[in-house]
């Protein structure tokens, strides 16, 4: 994996347990986990998606694999979990070896899609499943308009093409499962709709707060966004979260195949 343009601080652990809470129920109804299946997730995190995909059905059995110790020393523990640190580009285990393998969130911090997806194939039984949920950052937006939010997030999206990663993958993952050697592929969306008073809304506009501040020295010191447009941008965003008028829409990109 490439540099995680998010990094791995306190902070960024309290954002993605805020993700987690807003994503997690609908990613997991996509997965469809049955009963005493054997998964595999690359690129666990913390560990929250994982005791929840162990617990959504009877005797499931989830291995994670993350390539950051401290996500790892940080990840939630659960019975029927193991975590293991490996590079979702190498996976140490034999063909053919799990039910169901997924992934969220981590193809646009990765090197070489293609090769991480191939690997997922490889260690998918015959007949398995192997699902993805990515970014197109490209989609977010908020209303009233936020004009130095406009200025400023699509300098954080280049300043992780800058460091290596991909801010659009999601629009591209079907022809990413195409090249790793699936035929049998889903595509849909899982819409993000939020809107002054709707329980998701003000936890929504937050993770996009921290989104950029997880990344404000690199952004600014880089001179990809000034810190007078940086600064005016998370004000535009905290305004948002109080304003009556205030709505947000954005999609996540899925995709489903089967071995």
């Known amino acids: 994996m490439r540099r995680y343009i998010h990094g791995t601080d306190l902070r960024e652990?309290?954002?993605?347990?805020?993700?987690?809470?807003?994503?997690?129920?609908?990613?997991?109804e996509f997965l469809q986990v049955r009963?005493?299946?054997?998964?595999?997730?690359v690129g666990s995190g913390i560990g929250i998606l994982a005791g929840?995909?162990?617990?959504?059905?009877?005797?499931?059995?989830?291995?994670?694999?993350?390539?950051?110790?401290?996500?790892?020393?940080?990840?939630?523990?659960?019975?029927?979990?193991?975590?293991?640190?490996?590079?979702?580009?190498?996976?140490?285990?034999?063909?053919?070896?799990f039910d169901l393998v997924y992934t969220r969130y981590v193809l646009e911090h990765v090197a070489d899609p293609v090769r991480v997806l191939s690997e997922m194939r490889r260690v998918t039984k015959p007949g398995g499943r192997v699902a993805a949920m990515e970014n197109d950052s490209s989609l977010i937006r908020f209303d009233p308009s936020?004009?130095?939010?406009?200025?400023?997030?699509?300098?954080?999206?280049?300043?992780?093409?800058?460091?290596?990663g991909d801010a659009m993958v999601g629009r591209r993952l079907f022809r990413l499962f195409r090249e790793a050697g699936f035929t049998d592929i889903e595509?849909?969306?899982?819409?993000?709709?939020?809107?002054?008073?709707?329980?998701?809304?003000?936890?929504?506009?937050?993770?996009?707060?921290?989104?950029?501040?997880?990344?404000?020295?690199?952004?600014?010191d880089s001179k990809f966004c000034t810190a007078e447009t940086f600064n005016k941008a998370i004000r535009e965003l905290q305004a948002l979260k109080s304003n009556p008028s205030g709505s947000a829409v954005f999609a996540w990109n899925r995709v489903k195949a089967i071995r």
């Open 13 to 28: 652990q309290q954002r993605l347990e805020l993700l987690n809470r807003l994503t997690n129920r609908a990613f997991i």
């Open 35 to 41: 009963a005493s299946d054997r998964v595999l997730e």
């Open 52 to 97: 929840e995909v162990a617990s959504s059905a009877e005797g499931v059995r989830v291995v994670g694999v993350e390539v950051s110790r401290e996500q790892i020393a940080a990840a939630r523990l659960h019975g029927s979990v193991r975590y293991l640190q490996a590079d979702a580009h190498h996976l140490d285990f034999p063909d053919a070896s």
């Open 146 to 164: 936020c004009p130095a939010f406009e200025s400023a997030w699509p300098a954080f999206m280049a300043y992780q093409a800058h460091i290596g």
């Open 187 to 220: 595509l849909s969306i899982q819409p993000e709709v939020h809107w002054f008073g709707s329980p998701g809304f003000r936890d929504w506009v937050e993770d996009i707060v921290g989104n950029l501040e997880s990344a404000q020295s690199q952004l600014i």
